[in-house]
């Protein structure tokens, strides 16, 4: 409640997994909120799951691409590849297969294994960068 992001993100996991309080979705949400508004990154990359998901939430893929986004660009690597899926797919953003490389290069870079699955597809295919 006194603006901590940390005791805030710690909060909406409590919550959201109902460690020592009953399970409520919509409460994790509210306290995961809080701490990503406040640029905590593993909460803004929560938030995205929640508008990804519907779950606390009403479901909008443009709000999860933008909180995908903002953890993304703190260097998460699973926002990052999130990011790339959404370009990927057309999911909350324009396709972008070009974009779509650019972010999973960036997650597989960290040693995301499924970012490094794709980017070997998108090689064989040509798909966002030449053929190799």
Known sequence: EQGDAKAQFNI?????EGQGVERDEKKAFKWTKKAAEQGHTQAQYNLGIYYFTGKGVERDM??????YKKAAEQGDAKAQYNIGLCYSLGE????D???AFEWY???AEQGDAQAQY???VFYSKGEGVERD
Do not use: D, I
């Open 12 to 16: 909406g996991l409590c919550y959201s």
């Open 62 to 67: 443009k709000k999860a691409f933008e909180w």
């Open 92 to 95: 909350g953003v324009e396709r």
């Open 97 to 99: 297969a070009k974009k």
């Open 105 to 107: 290069k960036k997650a």
């Open 118 to 120: 794709n980017l070997g």
